[in-house]
């Protein structure tokens, strides 16, 4: 009797959890897709950069920066460049990456070579840099987003 009982219970507590299993499986969970850096609106430049619309301008003046060479390691490409608000954001190839090898006088050199890449366009207030589709971190200057593109011009009423 005893032994008939204990078959019941299990299969009592076996129906049971089979039941609620039917009613809310426990099926994976897709990792996230990877969110696109890539401007929505845009076209493909015959570089492969995607260019966001209005921006062909600073597209142009980013590749004469990148062709300059000296700070920017060789071998690195603009991959996309938009602008979010006054934001410039620009997406450079995974050769920029050694930058950080650079030391701190070397990131200051490539971050102000972009920095004056930008300079002209008043539309222009700030620069976000990423690589590989993550903001750009360098060794020594930390994230590469929000960066003026412009120094701090002094004000002229007598510094108040």
């Known amino acids: 009797m005893r032994r008939v009982a204990i078959a019941v219970v299990i ?6 959890l089979g039941y609620l ?3 809310n499986p426990r099926t994976p969970t897709p990792p996230p897709s990877p969110t696109s850096t ?3 609106e845009g ?7 995607v260019v966001a619309k209005g921006c062909d301008d600073l597209a142009h003046s980013i590749r004469a920066a990148l062709s300059r060479g000296g ?3 060789d071998g690195t490409r603009l991959v996309s460049i938009s602008l979010d608000g006054a934001e410039c954001v620009i997406e450079l190839s995974s050769e920029f990456a050694a930058v950080a090898n650079q030391g701190t ?3 200051s050199e490539a971050q102000n070579a972009l920095r004056a890449a930008l300079a002209a366009f008043d539309r222009v ?3 976000r840099v990423l690589v590989d589709g ?3 971190e360098g060794s020594h200057s930390g994230e590469w987003e929000g960066i003026p593109v412009r120094d701090s011009m002094p004000t002229t009423d007598g510094g108040e």
């Open 11 to 16: 299969i009592v507590i076996t129906g049971l």
């Open 134 to 136: 993550a903001v750009f």
């Open 125 to 127: 207030k700030t620069l």
């Open 21 to 23: 299993y039917a009613r």
């Open 43 to 49: 076209r493909v430049a015959s570089d492969g950069a």
């Open 71 to 73: 700070a920017i390691p």
């Open 105 to 107: 006088t070397g990131e």
């Open 38 to 40: 890539r401007p929505p």
